[in-house]
């Protein structure tokens, strides 16, 4: 597979395609090894770190050392049967895993905040205890 592979180098590749891979949908026990065995026969595997906690379970990272490597572990295995359950194979987006990750934090220190002061989350509420009226705008 890889060495029909590498006729295709020329080949412009879309901005979302990179060597990193996100696998969603995999079974909770499947093994390191296992991933290597499904994954490899695509190209070189530089890294694949499975998920084990309650919320990274059935999720994993799968880095290849070649992008097109990569590409092609991403179309052939996409929909993959793995112990009656269908892989998910997408390509790692960093920055919306960073905008996620930012949009929680501030959620949750807006609670903080919320909570340390007595603040409730409707405004409209808020003003009419206080007195206030705004008009609205149409």
């Not at 290849?64 to 987006?93: M, P, W």
Request: aromatic share 10%.
């Amino acid at each position: 597979m890889a060495m029909a592979n590498r006729q295709n180098r020329g080949a412009k590749l879309p901005p979302e395609v990179n060597r990193i891979l996100y696998i969603k949908n995999l079974p909770y026990k499947i093994t390191t090894e296992e991933m290597y065995e499904i994954f490899g026969k695509f190209g070189a595997v530089r890294q694949i770190r499975v998920g084990n906690t309650a919320e990274t379970r059935g999720t994993a990272f799968v880095v290849y050392e070649d992008i097109f490597d990569a590409k092609t572990a991403c179309e052939h295995l996409s929909g993959y049967n793995v112990s009656n359950r269908y892989l998910v194979v997408l390509y790692y987006q960093a920055t919306k895993a960073w905008k996620r990750m930012d949009t929680e934090k501030a959620r949750a220190k807006l609670e903080d905040i919320k909570e340390r002061y007595g603040i409730g989350g409707d405004i409209d509420k808020e003003k009419e205890k206080m007195g206030i009226y705004t008009p609205r705008r149409n």
